[in-house]
């Protein structure tokens, strides 16, 4: 596999610019910053950055509405910081990926400024409008994510416009073949700057039903939040008609061809549908995205059970794309917190990138996941994200999760000279990244340390997985390739666990040095809470016979 593509199995590491490093104190993180700590970056192992949205912008959702795709905000920097970014990360051996957010603009746009003011100009069909229902109401029910109608008035034109998020980002008309263009030419733009990859937010949005259907309600029992607040009464409706529509596969494939006049750059979806697998799996078909990642394990179910069905599930679909996991993301509350709640450790921490990292698949990493971050509790006084300010006390928004890096135990955590845009909380200091390189034991020296051996394990970069039969709390699964399979064990919880493996001398440790959490005694194992352990089955190995057996797992006294 020596000549598979750079992005199959790799690692990507998740910057969110406003919060990474602020050179010039205005408490906003900007491009200088990423570049002054792209070394640090680099040391971690993970062979790419994904950066997000630094285009220009009104930042009413932080960068996500974007006024004009071809330029850099100023908070942020200037093209010229973009392309010293680029260069250096190249010189560092790290591919670069950018935020594409095609399904809307900002109402700031020139298209839409344009757009709302009469339904005859040159880009009156740029967004999607529709006249009011006979009492005035919107023409149907869809919903925003970010609380109530999806439709919003424009006096200008006596209609209404769609908006799937904030009522600040309008709905692009992908039905339009001018749309598309335009959106194509956007995405060419930054692959012609030398960008390795985009990263497309919300891609199955681009398109709407043409017939304007309504989503029809969805039962109280399956309102469950993928990404959003359960109790928003976005999870009331089936999404049938406001996004994952058929005419987007052809889109993609347009977009497909377009990236193939690049060498060696990958297009990643960001899907989130009533059945994300199944898009995933069919937005990865054939030459359309090179890959999919969707909100499956970023939601609060932390079981063997869960992660084992979820990637079964895709497997069993996805048989000719390639998946990417996350587990945390600027969108949802970190996972120390959101899968540890009151035992978040350490060692969880070192367990949990152990683990999604071992997946069949590329990973997106966010960052302070290296230094087991947890979410961050922001004082409502404190609140920037219009949506946990919309949806406060129940839902307090992304905020928690998108607090400055802490680079140091000093002022503002060495984030920045000025007051930063979040406060940064007192725990995070003590994970400064200072502080964990002082310490050979910290989560970051074990989050480089995993990274690096990751790299000489060919079987878990890009070997297929199957999984074994096991009881909670412990995962189990195996990564094969070219006659080699390696046996991956996961305690997810804190109590260690005696576990018999199905053969005795089947399977030899691998050398893990410090990452070895387990010890094995013939066909025993015991694995420490929250311990992983790698092994490495003998080539003669039946299997069959081995897969047969179910893991026989006990809490250890």
């Known amino acids: 596999m020596s000549d598979a593509p750079w992005w199959r199995g790799a690692v990507i590491y998740q910057i969110y610019p406003r919060s990474f490093l602020d050179t010039n104190g205005d408490g906003v993180g900007d491009l200088p910053g990423i570049i002054e700590r792209l070394d640090y970056v680099a040391s971690l ?13 009104p930042m009413a959702d932080f960068g996500y509405d974007i006024a004009d795709y071809r330029d850099v905000d100023p908070l942020f920097g200037t093209l010229a910081d973009f392309d010293r970014l680029l260069a250096k990360a190249h010189c560092l051996g790290l591919k670069l990926m950018i935020d594409q957010v095609l399904s809307h603009t900002s109402i700031e746009h020139a298209w839409f400024r344009e ?9 009156a069909d740029w967004y999607v409008w529709a006249g009011a229902r006979d009492d005035g ?8 994510l970010f609380g109530g109608s999806a439709w919003q008035w424009e006096p200008r034109r006596g209609q209404y416009y769609l908006h799937n998020f904030l009522a600040s980002q309008p709905d692009l008309n992908f039905h339009n073949p001018q749309v598309r263009a335009a959106a194509l030419d956007s995405v060419r733009f930054w692959l012609d700057r030398g960008v390795d990859g985009v990263r497309l ?3 199955n949005f681009c398109f709407h039903d043409r017939q304007l259907r309504d989503n029809p309600a969805k039962p109280k029992e399956q309102r469950v939040g993928r990404g959003f607040s359960p109790d928003n009464p976005y999870a009331f409706q089936y999404h049938y008609y406001n996004n994952t529509q058929p005419e987007n596969l052809a889109f993609l494939g347009e977009l497909r061809v377009l990236m193939d006049g690049y060498p060696d750059v990958a297009a990643l979806g960001e899907i989130s549908s009533e059945d994300s697998l199944a898009t995933m799996a069919e937005y990865t078909r054939g030459r359309r995205l090179h890959m999919g990642y969707s909100f499956e394990l970023l939601t609060d179910d932390f079981s063997a059970a869960y992660i084992r069905g979820t990637v079964q599930r895709l497997e069993a679909q996805m048989t000719e794309g390639w998946p990417c996991w996350a587990i945390s993301n600027h969108d949802v509350e970190r996972v120390l917190t959101r899968w540890g709640r009151e035992l978040s450790s350490a060692p969880l921490a070192r367990l949990l990138t152990a683990m999604v990292c071992s997946l069949r698949g590329s990973v997106c990493v966010y960052q302070g996941e290296e230094l ?46 000025g007051t930063p845009w979040l406060p940064v909380p007192q725990e995070h200091r003590a ?10 034991d910290s989560v970051l020296h074990g989050f480089r340390t995993f990274m690096h051996w990751r790299k000489s394990q060919p079987a ?7 999984f074994l039969d096991t009881a909670e709390p412990v995962l189990a699964f195996t990564r094969s390739l070219a006659g080699e399979t390696v046996l991956a064990v996961f305690n997810l919880g804190e109590q260690a666990q005696d576990i018999t493996l199905p053969l005795d001398g089947a399977v030899q440790p691998l050398d893990q040095h410090a990452l070895a959490q387990g010890s094995l005694a013939g066909n025993r194992l015991q694995l420490l809470g929250y311990g992983a352990w790698f092994g490495k089955l003998d080539a003669a190995t039946d299997l069959k016979t081995y897969f047969a057996r179910p893991l026989e797992c006990v809490a250890a006294s």
């Open 45 to 57: 192992g993970v062979e790419a950055i994904w950066i997000a949205p630094f285009f220009k912008s």
């Open 115 to 123: 757009s709302r003011q009469s339904r005859d100009n040159p880009r």
């Open 137 to 144: 109401s919107p023409p149907n029910n869809w919903l925003s």
């Open 201 to 203: 937010d919300a891609i």
């Open 372 to 417: 087991g971050l947890t979410e961050a509790e922001v004082p409502y006084e404190s609140l920037q994200d219009p949506y946990g300010i919309a949806f406060w006390p129940q839902f307090k928004g992304r905020d928690g999760c998108r607090t400055p890096m802490p680079w140091n135990d000093g002022a503002h955590a060495g984030f920045s000279h």
């Open 431 to 440: 994970l400064a990244v200072a502080q964990q390189e002082a310490d050979p």
């Open 460 to 466: 878990l970069r890009w070997g297929d997985i199957r």
